[in-house]
């Protein structure tokens, strides 16, 4: 009677195989989803904390600032060319015709140039 309880669902499992790897089957696929729902509840907190919106460049934290800092300058705008334009907006989903030629001249302009403070 000094036997623990795992030991002796183990020996209760033993007479039944398939019951024994469906138990080991139904053990690793709750862990599995036990962490998708970490990964949703993080998803959740990350809503309430942005409210649903993409943080502004002055709203991320110093890190943060210093990491998107320097994406930016290892592709400056003024180096990418018409046909590096034209792929980054129809990764936006804007097509050609919508686009237009010799866009890539003003979009230059626009670019962010991020300052270092």
């Not at 623990?4 to 469906?22: C, G, H, N, Q, T």
């Not at 800092?69 to 980054?88: F, K, M, N, Y």
Request: include cysteine.
């Amino acid at each position: 009677m000094a036997q623990s309880a795992f030991a002796e669902i183990r020996r209760y499992l033993d007479y039944k195989p398939v019951a024994k790897w469906a138990a080991l089957a139904a053990a690793a696929l709750s862990g599995l989803l036990f962490i998708c729902f970490l990964f949703l509840l993080g998803l959740g907190v990350d809503l309430l904390i942005n409210q649903g919106s993409i943080p502004t460049y002055r709203k991320l934290s110093p890190p943060q600032q210093a990491f998107a800092a320097q994406q930016w300058q290892a592709s400056p705008a003024e180096e990418l060319g018409e046909p590096d334009w034209r792929e980054r907006l129809s990764a936006l989903g804007f097509s050609d015709d919508v686009v237009g030629t010799n866009v890539h001249k003003y979009l230059v302009h626009l670019a962010p140039h991020p300052t270092t403070s």
